[in-house]
């Protein structure tokens, strides 16, 4: 086994033990820096194929970006301490169907696919030429990738932002309901007047 084997078996326990331990994790804090573990492995894979740029790109929206924003939002909530709950065997169960079965799907539609070679010379991995394809709008451009990462970009500040959002009604419920006491308390010394 040389050194290139053994780099991407190390950099594949990162990623998937990463994973694992964002998703088993019972305390949010550490799931969320399991998560940045997780997403760090996939960076090094990156740099490990050569693809300084998507690495790097890995790196700056996923980890500075994407990340930071959850751990922001959890301190927002002070929940970083409590644990969360326990999922139901129900829900646990069916999560690890769905997951076996989209593994399995993965390497069967792998497992299918004959990998043949376009004979054509590689496009160099600059910044130019990876911007130029993103922003492209031909049959292999990426647009329409580009702006639905922008939308998942998006609607992660927005839950950030609904996260932290503290609600105030269960003070509202008692203030009424002192209302109401007082309400009824009046109610009651008018009638004892009435009489008299």
């Known amino acids: 086994m040389d050194?290139?084997?053994?780099?991407?078996?190390?950099?594949?326990?990162?990623?998937?033990?990463?994973?694992?331990?964002?998703?088993?994790?019972?305390?949010?804090?550490?799931?969320a820096v399991f998560l940045l573990f997780s997403l760090i492995g996939i960076a090094g894979l990156y740099f490990f194929l050569d693809y300084e740029f998507i690495a790097a790109v890995q790196i700056i929206?996923?980890?500075?970006?994407?990340?930071?924003?959850?751990?922001f939002s959890i301190f927002l909530?002070?929940?970083s301490?409590?644990?969360?709950?326990?999922p139901h065997m129900g829900r646990a169960a069916f999560s690890a169907l769905a997951a076996a079965f989209g593994c399995m799907l993965t390497m069967y539609i792998i497992s299918q696919q004959t990998f043949?070679?376009?004979?054509?010379e590689a496009m160099e991995p600059s910044a130019g030429n990876i911007?130029?394809?993103?922003?492209?709008?031909t049959q292999?451009?990426?647009?329409l990738p580009f702006e639905v990462v922008s939308m998942l970009l998006l609607a992660a500040m927005i839950g950030c932002i609904v996260i932290a959002i503290k609600v105030k009604?269960?003070?509202?419920?008692?203030?009424?309901?002192?209302?109401?006491?007082?309400?009824?308390?009046?109610?009651?010394?008018?009638?004892?007047?009435e009489p008299a």
């Open 116 to 120: 043949v070679g376009s004979g054509k």
């Open 61 to 71: 929206v996923y980890v500075g970006g994407i990340v930071v924003l959850i751990i």
């Open 169 to 193: 009604a269960p003070q509202k419920i008692v203030v009424e309901q002192k209302v109401d006491i007082k309400v009824v308390e009046v109610e009651e010394v008018v009638e004892d007047i």
């Open 131 to 137: 911007g130029a394809q993103m922003l492209s709008t």
């Open 3 to 31: 050194a290139r084997t053994i780099i991407f078996y190390i950099l594949a326990a990162i990623i998937i033990g990463g994973g694992l331990m964002a998703v088993t994790s019972r305390k949010i804090f550490r799931a």
């Open 77 to 79: 909530t002070h929940g």
């Open 140 to 143: 292999y451009g990426y647009i």
């Open 81 to 86: 301490g409590e644990d969360m709950k326990r």
